[in-house]
């Protein structure tokens, strides 16, 4: 998937200045972009290859985190919310493994207040964190192991 497909993949989950900054980013970011992180009154950051960048309102990659766009509680609610159109019961069983896979293979991870009950984890609730997981074919990287596993 080209930098371009992984951006409309991802960016219509995202509301309001998240959006906007995630739209405005050059589709070339998204070539290697591996996650999106949203902590609740944290700034945004985005992990592109080794590097952690933070990005801006106007769509640009940055480390200074002053310019960052900080992603707020409501954020949080809202890209869950697009996540699950609407509709959390639905997604149930994902939250409670602490992920939900949206089109194209992609995990987000949740974090938060885990509800445990006698039988295990009942859920998770006042959600701080999301990250996006980007998803992506790795051509090959099983060719060396390959040999290995056919010959048992």
């Not at 509709?87 to 949740?110: D, K, M, N, Q």
Request: charged share 25%.
């Amino acid at each position: 998937m080209d930098g371009q497909a992984l951006k409309q993949a991802v960016t219509p989950y995202f509301a309001g200045v998240l959006h906007e900054g995630l739209s405005r980013l050059k589709a070339e970011a998204y070539q290697d972009m591996e996650e999106i992180r949203l902590r609740a009154a944290q700034p945004l950051l985005l992990k592109i290859g080794e590097s952690e960048w933070g990005l801006t309102s106007r769509g640009e990659l940055t480390k200074k985190l002053p310019e960052v766009i900080n992603a707020t509680r409501e954020d949080l609610y809202r890209t869950i919310a697009s996540i699950s159109d609407n509709s959390l019961y639905a997604f149930e069983e994902e939250i409670r493994r602490g992920f939900i896979t949206i089109p194209g293979g992609h995990r987000v991870g949740l974090a938060g207040q885990v509800i445990v009950q006698a039988a295990g984890i009942k859920g998770i609730k006042e959600f701080s964190s999301i990250c996006f997981r980007l998803a992506r074919e790795k051509k090959d990287c099983a060719r060396t192991i390959l040999p290995h596993i056919m010959s048992t």
